[in-house]
């Protein structure tokens, strides 16, 4: 399985908006709704952000937000705070039923 | 509140046998969920290495599949990793989580070097 391709890098100013996109098949995000995503800072282990696409776990800013559409789920934060900047990951569930991770998106807040 | 603890060896010697046990509190295995492995080589992005379900039933990732075999033991409240024929490719921080369409609780992660 390939995994699912996102930018390497994005940055925005405190207070912007920004997407970070994650891009697979109809044999993975294009088919299911099981797209997440995972924020991580380093040296801690990743962290449930977004899950079934668009839905936020208890005590997840609603700054963060979900979205797809055909074979690309995207994430947006939107009111970047420094907090924000970390790494970020998508998943998808697979026609195999296996699991696939993006390779995942270094946030910078300028 | 669900939480997960990796346990085993930090070193292991290429050509050998990589064997983790992640510890569940606060669910019960037999209960349901599916349980999983991740695993990030330094430096790098997150890779599914597999999951399980508590009846035994067990899915993974074709690249690793034919090294990789993960059990689990409800009696104890835990799942075990084993990946044989390691090499120094096999270097990283290994963590278990839960699956439930998505990955909602994860242990702190174990960095397992491999190395002779």
């Known amino acids: 399985q390939s995994a699912l391709t996102q930018p390497a890098s994005v940055s925005g100013s405190p207070g912007q908006s920004i997407t970070i996109s994650c891009t697979g098949t109809?044999?993975?995000?294009?088919?299911?709704?099981?797209v997440s995503w995972y924020q991580q800072h380093p040296g801690k282990a990743p962290k449930l952000m977004i899950y079934?696409?668009?839905n936020r776990p208890s005590g997840v800013s609603n700054r963060f937000s979900g979205s797809k559409s055909g074979n690309t789920a995207s994430l947006t934060i939107s009111g970047l705070q420094a907090e924000d900047e970390a790494d970020y990951y998508c998943?998808?569930?697979?026609?195999?039923?296996?699991?696939?991770f993006g390779g995942g998106t270094k946030l910078t807040v300028l | 509140q669900v939480q997960l603890q990796e346990s085993g060896p930090g070193l292991v010697k290429p050509s050998e046998t990589l064997s983790l046990t992640c510890a569940v509190s606060?669910?019960?295995?037999?209960?349901?969920?599916?349980w999983g492995w991740i695993r990030q080589p330094p430096g790098k992005g997150l890779e599914w290495i597999g999951s399980?379900?508590?009846?035994?039933?067990?899915y993974y990732n074709p690249s690793l599949k034919s090294r990789v075999t993960i059990s689990v033991d409800t009696s104890k409240n835990q799942f075990s990793l084993k990946l044989s024929s390691v090499t120094a490719a096999d270097t990283a921080v290994y963590y278990c989580?839960?699956?439930?369409?998505?990955?909602?609780?994860w242990g702190q992660g174990t960095l397992v070097t491999v190395s002779s």
């Open positions: 989580a839960s699956v439930s369409g998505y990955l909602d609780y």
């Open positions: 606060g669910y019960s295995i037999s209960s349901g969920y599916y």
């Open positions: 399980i379900y508590h009846s035994g039933s067990t």
């Open positions: 109809s044999s993975d995000v294009g088919g299911y709704n099981y």
């Open positions: 079934e696409v668009s």
């Open positions: 998943s998808s569930y697979t026609s195999s039923s296996t699991w696939v």
